[in-house]
Nanobody, 122 residues
Framework: QVQLVESGGGLVQAGGSLRLSCAAS????????MGWFRQAPGKEREFVAV????????DYDDSVKGRFTISRDNAKNTVYLQMNSLKPEDTAVYYC???????????????WGQGTQVTVSS
């Protein structure tokens, strides 16, 4: 059993910053790729960012490149998403994910958190 608990969401004005955290517990593995997805109202869930086991290998969706930074602390079993220069279109429920894989052009994950709301006002 794996548990992922997100924190750090909230309401912020456009141009502001938020830092999301995801604490993993249970039968986790530091070799897993960890990441974040988001789902806006009326839209499908979409990939945001991934960090692989060593922490130095990351990937981002084009919409957040240069604004968001993903990182991980394996000693704490925690992954972070630093979000800067936030835009109203970043408004969504953000989901932490564990054991990501990349296949046929998209990412999927085996484990999911419950999500945390991020709202960016204009």
């Amino acid at each position: 059993q794996v548990q992922l608990v997100e924190s750090g969401g909230g309401l912020v004005q456009a141009g502001g910053s938020l830092r999301l955290s995801c604490a993993a517990s249970g039968r986790t593995s530091s070799s897993w790729a960890m990441g974040w997805f988001r789902q806006a109202p009326g839209k499908e869930r979409e990939f945001v960012a991934v960090v692989r086991w060593g922490g130095g290998n990351t990937d981002y969706d084009d919409s957040v490149k240069g604004r968001f930074t993903i990182s991980r602390d394996n000693a704490k079993n925690t992954v972070y998403l630093q979000m800067n220069s936030l835009k109203p279109e970043d408004t969504a429920v953000y989901y932490c994910a564990a054991d990501l894989t990349y296949y046929t052009g998209s990412y999927s994950a085996r484990y999911w958190g419950q999500g945390t709301q991020v709202t960016v006002s204009s």
